[in-house]
C-alpha cells in the first residue's frame, strides 16, 4: 500500500462500523457502515490531511469522480494530489 | 373554560448544581459554596471581566459520544442533559401518539457561542480553508430544541425562541398558549445558554454592565451582572392529561404575561414591566395581593433593580411591602436565555418548600429598593402563588405565575 492510501484507510476507517476491521479497495462506502453525514466528515478530513480542496459535486460529476467505493476514494485522492505537485 | 396548564418534570443544570436537588440545596442552605468565582473556561485579559457563574465538575465526555460531541454545542449538552432529566422525572412515556401531540420551545440568547468562535478563530487565526461540515447545525440557536426533537421522537411543533434574558419566560409563554389552545397535550420547554467564552466576554465588556465584584441585586452597592451558563427544562401538561397518568404535579401555570418596553436598548422602562406583570395577573383572574413571593429579575445592575423596584410598587401598590422578592442570580447567576427557566424551577421549589429562596450578598440597604428582598438567608413563608419575572434588554418582557396544586 502506498503512502496515500495508509493515510486514507486511517481516515475511512474512523467512519466504519465497528466490526469493520480492514478496508479493501472494492469496499462499498456505505456498506461499511458510512451514510451521508459520515462521507462529509471523510472529504473534509481529507482536504484537511492531504491540503486539497474536493471539488463540488457537480464538478466532481463532471470529472468522473465517485465516492461509492474505497477505491473511487483512492483514486480522487491520487488525482487531486498530483495536480496539486504539478 | 381556560384548560388547566402543570408542571409534571423539571431539570436543571447551573453554577448551583448539576440538578434539580443539587440547585434545592444550594438556592436555599445557608452553607452556601460560592457559585460565582473566577472564570475557568478561557483565560481573561487583564483588563476583562474575571468572574462568572459556571457549571460546575462537567466534563462532557461522560455524557456525549465523540461524535455526539462533533454535532452538539455546549449550550444544547446543557439542553439535552436538563430535558433527560426533566422527562424522567416527570416519568413519563413519549409513545407514538403522544410524540405527534407534544412540543419542543427551547429558548437561548445566543446558542452555539462556543462554535461560532472555534469557527472564526480557525478562519481568521488558524487560516483554516474549511469549517467543520457540522459547524452550522452546531451553532444554531434552534439546535437544541432540533436535539431534543430528535432524540425524544417528538414530531409536533418544535423551535426556538428568542428575546435575550426572557428567551425561556417567551418559551413557557408559548407553550403554555399552545397547551391552552389543544394543539398540544405536552410540551417539553426550557432554555439553555453558554457563552462563557473571551469572545463573547469581550462583547459583554463593551457594555459595561458586567461586575468584577459580585452578584448583589438590590444592594446599594451592586455592581452589575455576573453572566453565568446552564439549562433548565420542564415538562408541562394539560392538567387531564398529568391527571390521566396519575403523574406527580409540581405546581400550575396559572397566567402569562409578555410585553415590551418600545424604549431602549439597554435601558428598562418600569411601565413595560407593569405591563407584563399586569397582564400575567389578569391572565391569572388573581389580584396583586394573592401573590406571595416574587422572584425578580434582579439582575443586580443599577438600572434594572430601581426600576424594577418601581414596578413593583406600582403593581402592587399597598401590597408590595407585603411581598418577599428575592433574586436567585445571586446564586446562578444570569443565566441569560436560560435564565426564566431556571428561575421558574427556583419559584417551583419555592411554592413546594414553602420558603423563599434569598438574595445573596446582599449588603446595603438602598432607599431606591426599599422591598422585603429575603436577603442573605432563606425564609419560611405561606406561598400559595408566586411570579417570576424577566426583563430584557431591548425592553422584551415575561411575568409568569405559578400557583401551588392541591
Same mark, same amino acid.
Given at each position: ?86 | ?204 465588556? /463593551? ?41 406527580? #404535579?409540581?405546581?400550575?401555570?396559572? /397566567? ?126 405561606? #406561598? ?23
Amino acid at each position: 500500500m502506498n503512502n496515500i492510501q495508509t493515510r486514507l484507510e486511517g481516515i475511512i476507517s474512523e467512519y466504519t462500523r465497528d466490526d469493520i476491521t480492514q478496508l479493501s479497495l472494492q469496499d462499498n462506502l456505505a456498506d461499511v457502515g458510512i451514510d451521508s453525514l459520515g462521507l462529509v466528515e471523510i472529504i473534509f478530513d481529507i482536504e484537511e490531511n492531504f491540503d486539497i480542496n474536493i471539488p463540488s459535486e457537480a464538478e466532481c460529476a463532471e470529472r468522473g469522480f465517485s465516492f461509492a467505493s474505497y477505491e473511487d476514494v483512492v483514486h480522487i485522492v491520487t488525482t487531486l494530489v498530483k495536480e496539486k505537485e504539478k | 373554560m381556560k384548560v388547566r396548564i402543570v408542571v409534571t418534570g423539571m431539570g436543571c443544570i447551573s453554577a448551583s448544581g448539576n440538578n434539580v436537588q443539587e440547585f434545592t440545596n444550594n438556592l436555599f442552605d445557608k452553607e452556601n459554596g460560592n457559585t460565582i468565582l473566577p472564570i475557568s473556561l478561557f483565560t481573561p485579559d487583564l483588563h476583562m471581566t474575571k468572574i462568572a457563574a459556571e457549571v460546575k465538575n462537567y466534563t462532557p465526555e461522560s455524557y456525549f459520544s465523540a461524535t455526539d460531541r462533533k454535532q452538539i454545542d455546549r449550550y444544547a449538552q446543557f439542553a439535552l442533559l436538563t430535558t433527560d432529566e426533566a422527562i424522567k422525572d416527570a416519568g413519563i412515556e413519549i409513545n407514538e401518539s403522544l410524540a405527534k401531540r407534544s412540543c419542543v420551545i427551547h429558548g437561548t440568547s445566543i446558542g452555539g457561542q462556543e462554535t461560532i468562535e472555534h469557527c472564526y478563530q480557525q478562519l481568521f487565526e488558524a487560516g483554516k480553508k474549511r469549517a467543520h461540515p457540522f459547524t452550522v447545525p452546531k451553532l444554531l440557536p434552534s439546535s437544541a430544541a432540533s436535539q431534543i426533537s430528535i432524540k425524544y421522537g417528538i414530531k409536533g411543533p418544535a423551535f426556538s425562541t428568542s428575546s435575550a434574558c426572557s428567551s425561556s419566560g417567551h418559551a413557557i409563554a408559548m407553550a403554555t398558549l399552545m397547551l391552552r389552545s389543544s394543539l398540544v397535550d405536552m410540551a417539553i420547554v426550557g432554555g439553555a445558554e453558554a457563552c462563557i467564552t473571551k469572545g463573547n466576554f469581550y462583547a459583554w465588556d /463593551g457594555l459595561r454592565v458586567l461586575s468584577n465584584d459580585t452578584c448583589r441585586p438590590f444592594s446599594a452597592n451592586r455592581s452589575g451582572l455576573v453572566i453565568g451558563e446552564g439549562a433548565a427544562t420542564l415538562v408541562l401538561e394539560t392538567l387531564e392529561h398529568a391527571l390521566q397518568r396519575k403523574a406527580h #404535579i409540581y405546581a400550575e401555570i396559572i /397566567g402569562i404575561g409578555m410585553s415590551s418596553d418600545a424604549h431602549n436598548i439597554v435601558q428598562p422602562l418600569s411601565e413595560g414591566a407593569e405591563m407584563a406583570m399586569s397582564a400575567a395577573l389578569i391572565d391569572a383572574k388573581i389580584q396583586p395581593c394573592d401573590i406571595q413571593y416574587i422572584n425578580a429579575h434582579g439582575s443586580g445592575t443599577l438600572q434594572n433593580d430601581r426600576v424594577e423596584t418601581q414596578a413593583l410598587h406600582q403593581v402592587f401598590g399597598e401590597h408590595a411591602k407585603e411581598l418577599k422578592v428575592s433574586s436567585t442570580k445571586s446564586s446562578h447567576g444570569h443565566v441569560l436565555g436560560a435564565g426564566a427557566a431556571v428561575e421558574s424551577i427556583a419559584t417551583i421549589i419555592a411554592i413546594n418548600k414553602q420558603q423563599c429562596p434569598p438574595t445573596r450578598n446582599y449588603q446595603q440597604a438602598d432607599p431606591e429598593c426599599d422591598l422585603d428582598y429575603v436577603v442573605n438567608q432563606a425564609q419560611e413563608a405561606k #406561598i400559595t402563588q408566586a411570579m417570576s419575572n424577566s426583563f430584557a434588554f431591548g425592553g422584551l418582557n415575561t411575568s409568569l405565575i405559578f400557583k401551588k396544586f392541591s
